[in-house]
């Protein structure tokens, strides 16, 4: 490849949901970003549907929610196909926000062009090299092969990715062992049903208002088949007929699909110039709609901080604290997950454990962590401090400031850090020489204390008393503008 000028800061390989989120994060973080797809229109095909409490909580912070218009709101959910009401947090949001994955995209893919992303579609990337000061990558597109230079490339091209393999980055894990067949098929008529377990195996149907059934079965004990493609719907109505007896062969398929159980995380979300996010790093059953929204929260985790090494003024470590921190949140739902595949897909020998587990849902404790957990509400990053909210994502406060009444996402919607200190003096520009990256408002706390937060929501200093905020001001928001030489 020939050297010649950046033509970008930041490519972003893949425009699904998370690779559109990531690019409209770099470009509010003031990085120029250029998305490749290798699709020349969108996907119109059915996959997530669930939006959890966290990733709306990040969509607000951007001003993203409006947009969505009244949305169904799921109160019940279920752990490993057992009933789960979605109480006992302290999120606006209480159920996941049904909007299929879509509408998600067009959300995000208008919010990011809006910005300034360029979204290449019908754009093949085949080939990458890293060189000392950025990343050559090469394109087929309709006009033949493109090569685009970056300061990074981030693989967000899901859980086949190009970018995985030709970083050399490894993707441990384990092999599937179980399935799950789906098929939305017309001209049925079988009864809706949740989960439900037969001697066989478990079904689930659910019919929509326009007359088409989803259907999904999995007959207990039964390996995935080495098929080489997906499955044909003739093998989903054998299957569903030996578990619930009902013959829907003669149903009209419109769609098919096997879900298996694979489950893998790569080694590690960085390497050079290169990084990792979404089903790129991490491959999973999607059970309880937490694929979609683990990958979303790696680009909102991801996004400000690759801007601010783009802009010059990402401190040291700041950009390897995205694997630090999400590597091991993939970690814990990936091994979530597992427990609930267990559960969902294991046949007669997991009865005791199911028994055991409902038992435990009836305790509001146990409903409100695994609430909590799948909601991604649980996540505490490491941080050095123990003050309570440190680490944590930033409850919903409303807060009453100089010049009205603020939620902390309405502040967080210009993607700079917030300092709300009921001391402070905005009109001085306080905190000096960060004021570019951090906005200061004066207003009390409920906790009565000043609290510093990072732009995706996540509190970076609450004042203890010992930890002074110019040392957390320059941990996460590096050197102040008058001391950058
Ligand atoms: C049938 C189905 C149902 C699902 N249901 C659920 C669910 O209910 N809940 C849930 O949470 N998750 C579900 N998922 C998973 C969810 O859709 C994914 O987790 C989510 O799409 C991941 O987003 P992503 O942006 O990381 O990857 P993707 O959505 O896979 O997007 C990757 C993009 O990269 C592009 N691309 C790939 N290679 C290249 C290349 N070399 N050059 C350029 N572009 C490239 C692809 O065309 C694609 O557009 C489902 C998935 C499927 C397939």
Redesign the pocket.
Known sequence: MADSSVDTDVIV????????LLAGELCLGGARATV????PAP?T??????LHARTLEILDQRGLLEALGTVPCDRVGHFGGIRLDFEGHDSRFRGPWKVP?TRT?RLLGDWAAGLGAVISRG????AMRQTERGVEAE?LGPGGRVLIRAAYLVG????????RRLAGIGFPGADATRELL?ADVGGIDVPDRRFERHERGLAVANRRPDGITRVMVHEFGRAPAARGKGPEFAEVAEVWERVTGEAISAGEPV?V?A?RNARRLAARYRSGRVLL?????HA?L???????????QDAANLGWKLAAQIRGWAPDGLLDSYHEERHDVGRRVLADIEAQATLLLGGPEVEPLRTVVTELLGHEEVVEHLVRKISGLDIRYPSASDAPLVGRRLPHWELTTGDGRYSVPELLRDGRGVLLDAAADPAAGAPAGWAGRVRTVRAATPPGRAVLIRPDGYVAWADDGRTPLRDALHHWFGAPEQETP
């Not at 490749?36 to 699709?39: G, N």
Request: overall charge negative.
């Open positions: 390989v893949g425009a699904g949901p998370i690779g559109l490749l797809e290798q699709l996907s095909a059915s996959r997530a549907s669930a994955q995209e754009h093949e990337l085949v394109a967000c091209d899901g859980e086949r990715s190009t970018v789906a769609w699909h879900f996010a979404g089903d790129a790093a999973q999607p059970v309880g709609g937490q694929a979609l929204n683990l990958g979303l």
